[in-house]
């Protein structure tokens, strides 16, 4: 029997594996990943820059989140984006020692640098100058450590001619020819990672210069909402938001002109044990970008409000993390699950290749027009009390 992807845009024939060669599959990529983390590995922490012989195992998003999420009646997993992707060589949950994780600096630098906001205390009223510049730094160490990934990962595939050696035996990709666009898109995926890890060192730099230097106003604090009932979804990490809720460019993320810079919206949703906070922040330089896509927000409802938040965080990234506790039909949602797709780096020869097909391609894939239709995660309907009382 055939393991099957949810409509994705990959081709036809990569969209089945045979059970008979999904555990070799599996196998082949794990061992593929851990060559390449091999090639990658630093031998200096990123922040003190000493040399060390292994690395912190950090935690994008802090683990008294992930605690507030696993519910006492689960297995203590939690389930990952690929839960509604369901692409068979990878995971679709896992333990919280292994949730979110990245290896990027010392274990000494990770207790000194993060300690102060990894507890709940900290968002107990609008967090500091000092609680931003932390978390700040911490997404853009996230974002370097996977996008240093990504980027080996797409020259891998640009290398070997796609996924055909170890995903399938399909006769159309052993030809060459038509492995090529798939092989010019690796490439140049990999390209652009090359030109996001410049952004991403940038911004770091400018983070742990904040850090060091005790600034606290080095970034403005939009948003902060605290809610009475633990959310069942916890993310942290920045991102350059394409559109506003009225379909105006945020950020352009396809023009690579050096002098244009991209402008990263950090958002964080942390459910705690009995409470949860929900915060939204951008550089000071960037907060006029970011200014009228807020007097929108802030317009909306509450409960909308939360439900827009969310559906940014679907559509941008694949760092979000959900409780086992949450229904099956929350993943059966078609807008959920669009949303989940849209940010999949699935290779596909349907993606846009001239400049118009990607300002339609963005101006439709990246409309929040849909943050409605999604199920509202962040209410008390939601909330990981009620589910556990549900599942007692």
């Not at 240093?148 to 020819?177: C, H, P, V, W």
Request: aromatic share 12%; glycine share 4%.
């Amino acid at each position: 029997m055939a393991q099957k992807f949810r409509n994705l845009i990959i081709p036809e024939e990569l969209k089945e594996i045979p059970k008979e060669n999904l555990i070799k599959s599996r196998k082949q990529i794990a061992r593929q990943k851990s060559d390449i983390r091999e090639k990658i590995k630093e031998d200096a922490c990123l922040y003190c820059g000493k040399t060390v012989s292994s690395f912190c195992n950090s935690h994008s998003v802090p683990a008294f989140c992930l605690r507030s999420i696993k519910g006492a009646y689960g297995d203590g997993r939690i389930f990952n984006p690929n839960h509604i992707l369901k692409i068979p060589v990878a995971d679709e949950d896992a333990g919280i020692k292994n949730t979110g994780t990245f290896q990027i600096i010392c274990d000494d630098c990770d207790n000194k640098i993060f300690q102060d906001y990894e507890d709940e205390k900290c968002f107990e009223t609008s967090p500091s100058g000092q609680i931003l510049n932390a978390i700040a730094l911490k997404n853009y160490l996230a974002r370097i450590a996977s996008t240093r990934l990504t980027k080996a990962d797409f020259e891998f595939l640009a290398q070997m001619g796609i996924q055909s050696n170890y995903l399938s035996d399909s006769e159309a990709y052993k030809k060459f020819e038509e492995r090529l666009p798939s092989i010019m898109y690796c490439a140049s995926k990999a390209t652009a990672n090359e030109r996001d890890l410049e952004d991403y060192m940038a911004g770091f730099k400018v983070a742990k210069r904040a850090k060091e230097r005790g600034w606290n106003d080095e970034y403005h604090l939009f948003y902060f909402e605290k809610l009475p009932y633990t959310v069942p979804v916890a993310f942290q990490l920045c991102f350059p938001v394409i559109l506003d809720l009225e379909g105006n460019v945020i950020n352009n993320v396809y023009n690579y002109s050096p002098k244009v810079k991209e402008k990263d919206l950090h958002l964080c949703i942390f459910p705690m044990e009995e409470s949860s906070c929900i915060l939204a922040f951008t550089h000071r330089k960037d907060s006029s970008s970011y200014r009228l896509f807020f007097r929108q927000l802030k317009g909306l409802s509450l409960d909308d409000q939360l439900s827009l938040l969310l559906y940014l965080v679907l559509l941008y990234s694949e760092k979000v993390f959900f409780s086992k506790l949450l229904p099956t039909s929350v993943f059966e949602n078609e807008d959920f699950i669009k949303a989940v797709q849209q940010n999949s780096d699935i290779l596909a020869d349907s993606l846009p290749r001239t400049p118009k097909e990607f300002h339609e391609f963005l101006k439709s894939g990246y409309s929040l027009k849909s943050y409605k239709k999604i199920p509202p995660l962040l209410s008390e309907q939601y909330s990981m009390q009620n589910l556990s009382e549900n599942h007692a």
